[in-house]
């Protein structure tokens, strides 16, 4: 018989791996990476932090001095302000941004801060955004302005960026402890780190597409170098660069939430944290809230600030108080109530007996009491057919999973020999009618479902992610790949890596399955598309943390609470990319299929998806990045593997171990994003795209 | 600034080419590529582009994995003239014009405005050159879509630190030259094709420039659009008299407008020429295939049938003069089968042309020129 030559890797690494398993009890090492041939790199790392801190801390201190006095400035301020003006300012801008619409959001988001009693958390969470923002957007405009001018500054902030926007914050939370000391400041330097990056990009990005001919205009104009790098190339560079603040702002407040694990702040991020572990989920839910709001509230200002259409339709209005309304009827507002705060006392400061706080946190926990009481059953049911049916056999195998209780059957030998029959059975009948893929996959699910993925052996998944990788990318993504891999395994953290593997793809296939149904319903009715951006769009703007809440309220800590958290962050990136990826075939290459004869579903599964599939892969990418991200902050809900390892160096300062381990999961998201990319770049080339 | 008159020296009487000139180019190369300064380096093949064997140096260039977007390129522009760059697309066409204002730094040559090394300008000379002497005008408009189009006129004057006010009247009169009056408020996405153009070509004449460059400035604007922008660029350039450098690939609007035209190939230049010893003396097929399909009642002007003897020329003769083409004249016969009195700008009588005269260039045209090119 003559093998097809695609097939021959896959053969050679088939035989290799049916080796490897072979060998399984023969040979422990090859399941289980000895701890003997570990390398102490987490130990080095220490010694040199150590040795860092005591060399340069002052430095950093004065740092983390000067950086203190603006945040503390606009603390007070906005301590001392008397709420009326407070929001009578807010609700100005917003109607600057947005329209009377979001103005009366705003008005009321914040009447809920005060009547709810986090006034005083919202404020100190707000200050806090205050600096990191400006921070965050100045080190990116900056850095994407030297990336854009030098080829060799871009070659060392590339690689950065990527570092800063997969290593999860929990893993730099601790230097930073170490080098600017405790306190607030730790989260703005978080939050520039992590916040940074979009600004960046865009900046860059906006640089690049100044068409040439703008460029030039300017030049004839007789611009000096820096004339036509601030009038022209910055401001036809702006919608673009706007599009960075918009992202900078959002991941600024994420960060400052979740820096608040540090604690010692008193803001709101710190609230839900504290009561989420008290399993005060009333409470919890009711500063959930408030960062929920919050973030909406962001994004549609710095998106409505930034809106160009807008922005110049107002500034050519004819009169003059047309164009300055806000400013001088919110401004107005906020005088009149200044002067009168100093009148009547409530004015000032809010009375504590108008805040309504215990009442409703004790009502909403009596509603989950009584939610989960009388629906425990159907809870559990999920939860408990999830962990034996999908979670457990994935991660510790059909051959230790299958249980009589559940299953009710046990895995005897005869049931095990008629398992890899039906298998090996599907997978001959996959290649005997050509459908190659299918096989591969069948081929390498069959014994990954038997002995699950603790026990598949580390060759084996080290080979398969480098077949993947050259194939997909060739010989430097593969070395990328594999040496990724391989760093995870000489620091002994293996185990870990493939459970955070494991819980993340499943996480992620489960995204998919029910992400892409999605997209491709959204795809075929603008009805549902319209009613699905207004979800997407909170999912997105929402912070890590408030996806917690409601998961831990009904499922409580475990496994699942983990998946089920990953999976409602991640599912947005596949149902935009499908929807996007469907409505952008060419209508053409639709029609013509039509006009052939193809029913709805044919044209559905032979033409749209395969012409889709660079934008869906594309999409994967993102969700795969999303789950990763998610994965450590549902270390506080409790998952094992590498989020966990980060989360528990940081209880324990290890800065080491926290560096490590974020590495790690950088690494992995690396990976899959290499991967993934070179791929879909292949296909678009092959469909001419 | 503003006192200086927006219109140049008017040198229309005299022949263009025997008008000073204005900006020459003197052997010009652009090479791209990873290395191209190593073309020239040599005593033989130095900077000043002047090498013994262009095309051969050509060659080696191309054999060597660069691309030479102009090679060689000489030519001058004279006070006053509207000279024209033709070419396929990629042949170097605006790769030259940049070469010219310096947008892009040619790689051997040199470049001389009013006898002075363009090239040799410092940084600080260059933008004042920019700023005071050259205006451009670009196929994709290049409006800055951040500014009103009274914004965008006026902001070469604003580049300079000319005042608000100062600035905005004077973009205001370049607005109401081009006929745009109403839509100073508007942004450049508001407007169409050729009202955006418009306003790239009061942008590049606010600063009174003495050249001025157009690099396809029609191009990307529908045929009835474009005609109406040539007529009106007719208008400006018979008010003006600027010197201008003007690309386009159609050599129907070349005709029109220019006074010389040079075609280019593949970065070389192929012809230089008016555009009747364009059509009636191509150099090569190439030229001959850009005239083909041109009439040439719209090449062969008055003056090139001019019979200076006015006898029998009737007293009440139809006047033509001497710049028309034949195509224009055509209609003055029908009244009369004696001739057309033909009479220069001052109102001079200087001869005549008759229906029979007319007849011969064209059938003379016809065979010497264009069955010359088909027989070699
Ligand atoms: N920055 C560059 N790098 C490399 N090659 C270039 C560059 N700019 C132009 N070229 C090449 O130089 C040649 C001439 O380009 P140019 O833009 O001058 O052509 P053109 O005659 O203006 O064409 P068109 O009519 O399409 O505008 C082309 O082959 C082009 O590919
Ligand atoms: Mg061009």
Redesign the interface.
């Given at each position: 018989m003559r093998i097809a030559p695609t097939l021959r890797p896959w053969i050679a690494f088939g035989l290799f791996a049916a080796l490897c398993y072979a060998l399984r009890d023969q040979a422990g090492w090859i399941v289980k990476y000895p701890t003997p041939w570990v390398i102490p790199l987490e130990a080095w790392l220490n010694v040199a932090m150590d040795w860092f801190v005591a060399h340069f801390q002052t430095i950093f201190r004065g740092i983390s001095w000067a950086m203190e006095w603006p945040m503390t400035g606009i603390q007070a301020t906005l301590h001392w302000l008397p709420w009326p003006v407070t929001i009578a300012i807010f609700t100005a801008i917003a109607h600057r941004a947005g329209g009377w619409k979001l103005a009366a959001f705003t008005l009321g988001s914040l009447l809920y801060m005060l009547i709810t009693g986090y006034w005083f958390e919202s404020m100190n969470t707000l200050a806090l955004v205050g600096v990191s923002v400006p921070l965050s957007v100045a080190i990116g405009f900056g850095l994407g302005i030297l990336s854009f001018r030098s080829n060799w500054a871009w070659r060392i902030v590339d690689p950065m960026l990527d570092l800063m926007q997969t290593v999860p914050a929990f893993a730099y939370l601790i230097p930073i402890l170490l080098l600017f000391g405790f306190g607030p400041v730790v989260g703005l330097i978080a939050s520039a780190i992590y916040a940074a990056p979009p600004m960046v990009r865009n900046t860059m990005l906006g640089l690049q597409r100044v068409?040439s001919?703008?460029r030039?205009?300017?030049?004839?104009?007789?611009?000096?170098p820096r004339?036509s790098f601030w009038?022209?190339e910055v401001?036809?560079a702006?919608p673009q660069i706007l599009v960075g603040v918009n992202q900078t702002t959002m991941a600024a407040l994420s960060m400052v939430i979740i820096a608040a694990i540090i604690g010692g702040f008193g803001d709101i991020g710190w609230e839900v944290l504290s009561t989420m572990r008290k399993a005060q989920f009333g409470q919890s839910l009711l500063a959930g809230i408030v960062i929920a709001i919050m973030a909406m509230i962001m994004d549609r200002v710095t998106r409505g600030l930034t809106d160009?259409e807008r922005n110049?339709a107002e500034s050519?209005t004819d009169s003059s108080f047309q164009r300055h309304r806000h400013l001088i009827v919110g401004g107005g507002a906020a005088v009149a109530f200044l002067v009168l705060a100093h009148v009547v006392a409530p004015l000032k400061s809010y009375p504590e007996s108008w805040i309504v706080h215990n009442a409703v946190a004790d009502w909403l926990n009596h509603g989950i009491d009584w939610f989960v009481a009388n629906y425990s059953a159907v809870t559990d049911g999920l939860k408990n057919s999830a962990n034996f049916f999908v979670l457990l056999p994935l991660r510790i195998g059909l051959l230790k999973a299958v249980y009589p209780k559940f299953w009710g059957f046990a895995m005897t030998p005869e049931i095990a020999a008629a398992y890899w029959i039906g298998m090996v059975a599907l997978a001959a009948w996959c290649f005997w009618r050509g459908r190659q893929v299918l096989g591969i996959i069948i081929a390498i699910a069959a014994p990954t479902l038997f002995w699950g993925l603790e026990g598949m052996p580390w060759p084996v998944f080290i080979g398969l992610v480098g077949l993947v990788a050259y194939l997909a990318g060739g010989l430097l993504t593969t070395v990328f790949v594999v040496a990724s891999f391989g760093f995870m395994l000489v620091n002994g953290l293996w185990a870990e890596t493939m459970r955070s593997v494991y819980l993340c793809g499943a996480a992620v296939l489960l995204c998919f399955l029910i992400g892409g149904a999605l997209g491709v319903w959204a795809a075929g009715n603008d009805r549902v598309s319209a009613a699905m951006r207004p979800i997407n769009d909170t999912l997105q703007t929402m912070p890590q943390f408030v996806i917690l809440i409601p998961v831990l309220m009904f499922f409580a800590v475990g496994e699942f609470s983990a998946l089920l958290a990953v999976i409602i962050y991640a599912i947005v990136p596949p149902i935009r990319y499908v929807e996007h990826g469907l409505r952008n075939v060419r209508p053409d290459v639709v029609e013509a299929a039509k006009q052939i004869g193809c029913t709805d579903r044919q044209i559905l599964f032979d033409v749209k998806l395969p012409l889709a599939l660079p934008v869906i892969m594309l999409g994967l990418n993102q969700t795969i990045m999303y789950g990763l991200a998610m994965l450590v902050i549902a270390a506080l809900v409790g998952t094992k593997g590498l989020g966990q390892a980060v989360y528990l160096a940081l209880g324990k300062a290890n800065a080491g171990m926290g560096l490590v381990a974020g590495l790690s999961i950088a690494l992995v998201a690396m990976s899959a994003d290499r991967i993934l990319q070179a791929w879909s770049r292949r296909k678009r080339k092959a469909l001419g795209l | 600034m503003t006192d200086r008159s927006q219109a140049e020296a008017d040198f229309s009487d005299v022949p263009v080419t025997e008008r000073p000139v204005k900006l020459s180019c003197r052997n010009i190369w652009k090479v791209y590529g990873t290395d191209p300064g190593k073309f020239f380096e040599t005593a033989q093949y130095g900077r000043n582009g002047a090498v013994p064997n262009p095309d051969a140096h050509v060659d080696k260039i191309r054999a060597q994995e660069h691309i030479v977007a102009a090679g060689d390129v000489s030519f001058d522009v004279h006070a006053g003239e509207i000279f024209i760059i033709m070419g396929l697309s990629g042949s170097g066409k605006s790769t030259m014009v940049r070469c010219l204002s310096r947008l892009v730094e040619p790689t051997a040559g040199e470049v001389l405005l009013d006898g002075e090394n363009l090239l040799a300008a410092s940084e600080t000379d260059l933008i004042d050159i920019r700023r005071h002497r050259m205006g451009m005008v670009f196929q994709n408009f290049g409006l800055m879509p951040h500014l009103t189009v009274l914004e965008n006129v006026a902001f070469p004057l604003k580049v300079q630190g000319v005042g608000k006010v100062e600035r905005e009247k004077r973009a205001q009169e370049m607005i109401e030259l081009v006929g745009l009056e109403g839509r100073e408020m508007s942004f450049p996405r508001q407007l169409s094709g050729g009202q955006q153009q418009r306003v790239g070509i009061a942008r590049s004449l606010c600063v009174g420039p003495e050249l001025w460059f157009l690099d396809e400035p029609f191009s990307a604007l529908d045929p009835l659009i474009r005609r109406q922008m040539q007529d009106e660029f007719v208008r400006l350039q018979t008010m003006l008299h600027k010197t201008i450098v003007f690309i386009t690939h159609d050599f129907l609007e070349a005709l029109k407008l220019g006074d010389r035209i040079c075609i280019m190939k593949d970065g070389r230049v192929v012809q230089i020429g008016t555009p009747s010893e364009l059509v009636l003396n191509p150099a090569d097929d190439y030229v001959a295939e850009f005239t083909e399909d041109v009439p040439l009642v719209r090449v062969i002007r008055v003056r090139d049938v001019l019979d200076p003897a006015t006898d029998g020329l009737p007293p009440d003769a139809a006047t033509v003069s001497p710049d028309q083409c034949l195509e224009e004249i055509l209609p003055a016969f029908a009244g009369s089968d004696t001739g057309l009195a033909v009479v220069n700008k001052d109102g001079k009588l200087i001869g005549k042309v008759t229906a029979a005269g007319v007849v011969k260039a064209l059938a003379h045209g016809e065979r010497d020129g264009r069955q010359a090119v088909a027989a070699g």
């Open positions: 068409p001919d703008i030039e205009s300017g030049l004839m104009s007789g611009c000096t004339q009038w022209v401001p036809t702006l160009r110049l050519h | -």
